[in-house]
């Protein structure tokens, strides 16, 4: 099992490597095909714009993309970086932390 076939748009992950390496934040934006993620207030690139349409122009800060391989997801007891599996309760499947056997998100 690929660790990001359970990574979804919202899911708690840390950051293991880069220059915010330890930070905490959820997925904006996923690209499955490349391999790369966007993560909220994380990697920012600074960009300049021109004004167009209805925005102003200047300089502005968004995240840009890096690879999938630089997240792991979050222990919710612990806050650390853990890797996942999936398990059956009740008829449902779930997403559980292997660190603590804490679940995730339920799917």
């Not at 840009?64 to 806050?79: C, E, L, Q, R």
Request: glycine share 12%; with cysteine.
């Amino acid at each position: 099992m690929n660790k990001w076939n359970w990574l979804k748009i919202g899911s708690a992950v840390i950051v293991c490597k880069g220059r915010d390496r330890g930070m905490k934040s959820s997925i904006v934006d996923m690209d499955r095909n490349r391999g790369m993620v966007k993560v909220q207030g994380v990697h920012l690139a600074t960009i300049h714009q021109k004004p167009s349409g209805g925005n102003k122009g200047g300089i502005v800060k968004k995240e840009s993309w890096f690879s999938i391989s630089n997240v792991a997801h979050v222990d919710p007891k612990t806050g650390k970086a853990t890797r996942v599996g999936i398990r059956y309760s009740n008829g449902k499947k779930e997403v559980f932390a292997k660190k603590s056997g804490e679940t995730v998100r339920a799917c």
